[in-house]
């Protein structure tokens, strides 16, 4: 059975390249097998965005959603998405909107790792 690996990212699209890192550092799991999920919170928000267009950052964006199509299960806080004026819809298609409970605490609960990227 594959183990599951859970990745809380916190910082935005743009903030360290920490949303980059946690793109990777999924890739990186899934190419080893792990069942990989992804909760976004705080400005980490920001990454699931669509219509990012960078000049000179990786677009976490694109990366986020040809990681959901691969398979990783991605949710992001829907308070904090709100907090910044976001509406639902305005997210990737692969990004759900959900809640502490209802996703990062089940995710957490049912993971073998968890990896946190956060400043």
Known sequence: ???TMTILWRSGSMMAM???V???LAAAARAKGYNVRMF????GVTAVKKGQ???RFPNVGNEFEAL???GVEQAICET???ARGFERGEEIPTAKVGSLTNNLFKFVSESDRLVTIAR
């Open 22 to 24: 946690a793109s990777k």
């Open 40 to 43: 976004g919170y705080g400005e």
């Open 53 to 55: 267009n960078p000049k």
């Open 80 to 82: 904090c998405y709100a």
């Open 68 to 70: 959901g199509k691969d």
């Open 1 to 3: 059975m594959a183990k």
């Open 18 to 20: 920490d949303a980059n």
